[in-house]
């Protein structure tokens, strides 16, 4: 009996965080979705949700998010795959995980300088011919440099699934009559979903919230949800609704979490 | 050969600097028999398969299959179906799926496919089994799929790589019938792959025994086991009891400083050799009546007969298998025929050996 007191004596550390810093704030982020900017108990801040604004805003946010995580699976995928192959794999690895453990605000000031009218792209672009360019504060910057940033933690999950891949699968389709392209269709590409999915977990449910970048990089021309939310607690003080937007996104995430689940196959 | 369906000429695999896997082979492979290739692990017999299948690519020599060099045609377009070690099926993909993934990359019709992959399924005794998961079927019924998905695609030669090490002993017995009865009824070129020199008695039509990278002797099971070319051969397959001597003339050897009378020819007088009889071949009997008086060190029961470990005034060992039973300690006598003396050569070639063979067998009992 004393095992099972100390197993739960354990557990306090943990469940006391998960109570104070996540089930605490959510509850008091539905707490505060509740009243209205004049403090009173309403349900005004949902009604406007579904307001042509904020509906644009979620259908910008979303189309943004979808646009990071498809290129970033495009580039992580073949990136993953390669790595694979290498003699050195989890050197390689590690070098490209070893970016994302620099602050994200430190990167996005890095981009700021490559990026900006006098900074290493546009020297370049005046080089070849092409001349100075408004590469910063664009949809692409924000694409580019989101990108750049999410691109570990897809290839991490992917990398894993491939390198669990039993190599005598390949020599199998291969054996059946596959081609390349078809064992990567067939075998390959469905027996690393799991890896795909996670992935692409990591990266959109981030994605949709972005909000530092779409300030630094895309100069508030973008606006998804997480700048909402980030403007209404900040400049305009809107608790209330800025509860609400954070409220949807909880519904979002979880509901994406459901749709990208994974059951897991034996063998 | 005109019935050779594949064939190897002078084929080396190395790697780097490092000694070659298989060193200048050259073998023939006909149609429609079940060919074995065994030997220890590491002496080269699944590069020998990874190259008929394509999974790699000889460093030196020929392969031909049909007749047309095949050393660069990829895996893919080859006739040749591989039955995995580990059987490498898929695991995303039920039984039926797995059997049809060769039907389907040849874009079959569906109907054509549904019957086709049925048929494999009975041949193997699977039906009724379309649409298990795999990982809901056992060792022995996963065998069965991987065979099911190669046979299948209706190639000319199955290649098989140890497919039974993985089963218990029961089943790996019922499953070398039943792998034999399939050949037999498909007619269709089996290469098996195994370390089991018992299985590769029970089963084959040609054994290739494989050391080092060379084939040491190839023939059928019998003319292996009753005339191995050298030490390595009748060490390996089989139990055998190898002492040295001299051959003092055709017909007469020397060994444990006795004259025996025996079969075997084609030597000059007085060349060293090696002297095999099998522990089978070698009767018990009385002192006096015995060719060799041996004492009795040990006895282990085997069931279907006595394992009799006893040692002679030279301290060779000689191993007997016996129904009779021995007393430990006793001195007796061994009684063995002329022809269960087999004398093999020092560093005799299969080429030489097959013709020494044929010099001076007139084709009664011994070789080919």
Known sequence: MENKVTRQLYMVPYVLWI??????????????????????????????????????????????????TAITLLVAYPTAYLLTKTKHKHLWLLLIIVPSWINLLLKAYAFL???????AANQFLELIGIGTQQILFTDFSFIFVSVYIFIPFMILPIFNSLNQLNPTLLDAANDLGASKWMTFKRVIFPLTIDGVKSGCQVVF???????????????????????????????????????????????????????????KRGV | ??????????????????????????????????????????????????????????????????????????????????????????????????????????????????????????FVNLEGYENREIREMSGGQRQRVAIARAIVNEPEVILLDEPLSALDL?????MQYELRELQRRLGITFIFVTHDQEEALAMSDEIFVIN????QQSGTPTDIYDEPINRFVADFIGESNIV???????????????????????????????????????????????????KVDSQLFRGVHYE??????????????????????????????????HVMRFNETEEEFDKRLEAYTDGSGHGK
């Open chain 2, 170 to 174: 029961k089943l790996r017995t019922e």
């Open chain 1, 19 to 68: 109570v104070l810093f996540v089930i605490a704030p959510i509850l008091l982020v539905l707490y505060y979705s509740f009243f209205n900017i004049e403090g009173q108990l309403s349900l005004d801040n949902y009604q406007k949700f579904f307001t042509p604004v904020y509906l644009k805003m979620t259908l910008s946010s979303f189309w943004y998010a979808f646009l990071i």
């Open chain 1, 113 to 119: 300088g490559i990026f900006g009218t006098f900074g």
């Open chain 2, 1 to 122: 050969m005109a019935n050779a369906i594949i064939e190897f000429k002078s084929v080396t695999k190395q790697y780097d600097n490092d000694p070659p896997v298989l060193d200048d082979v050259s073998f023939e492979i006909e149609r429609g028999k079940f060919y074995t290739l065994l030997g220890p692990s590491g002496c080269g017999k699944t590069t020998i398969l990874r190259l008929i299948a394509g999974f790699t690519e000889a460093s030196d020599g020929e392969i031909y299959f049909n007749n047309k060099i095949t050393n660069h045609v990829p895996a893919n377009k080859r006739q040749v179906n591989t039955v995995f070690q580990d059987y490498a099926l898929f695991p995303h993909l039920n039984v039926f799926e797995n059997v049809a993934f060769g039907l389907r990359i040849k874009k079959m019709k569906n109907a054509e496919i549904e019957q086709k992959v049925k048929e494999a399924l009975s």
């Open chain 2, 212 to 215: 080092k990278g060379k084939i």
């Open chain 1, 205 to 263: 449910i981030p994605a949709l919230s972005l909000f530092m970048l779409t300030r630094l990089i895309a100069g508030n021309r973008v606006i998804t949800l997480g700048t909402a939310i980030e403007q209404h607690f900040l400049v305009t003080q809107d608790w209330g609704m800025g509860s609400t937007i954070a409220v949807f996104l909880i519904i979002f995430m979880f509901l994406i979490m459901f749709l990208t689940g994974t059951k």
């Open chain 2, 308 to 341: 009799i470990s006893s040692y002679d005034q030279d301290g060779n060992e000689w191993l007997v298998h016996s129904t009779k039973k021995a007393v430990v300690g006793e001195e007796i006598g061994l009684y063995f025929d002329p022809e269960a003396i």
């Open chain 2, 244 to 294: 040295t001597g001299k051959m003092v003339q055709d017909q007469l050897v020397e060994m444990v400083g006795k004259r025996f009378e025996c079969v075997d020819g084609g030597f000059q007088s007085n060349e060293p050799v090696e002297i095999v009889i099998r522990p089978e071949d070698l009767e018990i009997t009385t002192v006096e009546r015995g060719k060799l008086q041996v």
